[in-house]
C-alpha cells in the first residue's frame, strides 16, 4: 500500500493524535445511530472510531483498494461497510445524515466536484484542511498537496459549493490535537450545512 501521508497502524494507538481528535469531535458533534459517509476514510481507524463511539452506521470510501483491504483487516466493526470509490462520483441510493471528509480537501487539484457532489448526499459536512497561516503550503515539503487554505479561503470555497459553515473550530498541535473553538490552529475544521445555490435544480 502506498503510505504517502496516511496513518497506518493496526491499532488507534498508532495513529497521531489530531487524526483521532478530529473523529471522537465528529462523534460528539453528530447523533446517536446515524447513517454516515465517511469520504475519503484511509485505512478506517475513524470510521470505526464513529461507529464505537455513537453506534453510527458508516460507510467509508477510499479511491485506493489497498487503503480499503487494511481497513477492513483491522478496523472491521458492526456497522461500519468499506468500499473502493471516488469521493468525486460516489452515489449512495439513501441519503447519509452526515458526511466526514477529513485531510482530502488539500490533495485534489479542484475540490468542487466532490463538494458538489456531497450535496446529493447528504445535508451536513463535517471537514478539514491545513490552514495557510499556520502551515503554509510548500510542494517539497508537502508534496502530496496542491494548495493549504486560509480561513476565509476555506469558507469561501465551501460557500461557492453550496455549504454554510455553522462552526469553526481548529487544532493547534500535532499531538494530542484537541479540537478548539476558533481557527488559529494549524488545521482548521470545519461543520457546515447545505444550502440552496441561486439557479440550482435540487
Known sequence: MKVGERQVSPSLKGIRGDHRARYFWAASRLPYRCRILDAACGVGYGSRVLAQEIQARVVGIDIEPEAIAYAKEHYYFDGVDYFAADVRG??????????????????????????????????????????????????????????????????????????RVVARRCQKTASPGAVEKGVDGRTIVYEAVRFSLPGAIE
Not at 449512495?92 to 456531497?118: W, Y
Not at 502530496?144 to 455549504?163: I, K, V
Open 90 to 163: 460516489f452515489k449512495s441510493a439513501k441519503d447519509f445524515d452526515a458526511i466526514v471528509s477529513f485531510e482530502t480537501i488539500e490533495h485534489l487539484d479542484d475540490p468542487a466536484p466532490m463538494l458538489l457532489n456531497f450535496r446529493k448526499l447528504s445535508s451536513r459536512l463535517l471537514c478539514s484542511v491545513p490552514n495557510e497561516r499556520l502551515l503554509p503550503f510548500d510542494a517539497k515539503r508537502f508534496n502530496h498537496h496542491f494548495r493549504h487554505y486560509t480561513p476565509e479561503q476555506f469558507t469561501s470555497l465551501l460557500e461557492s459549493c453550496g455549504w
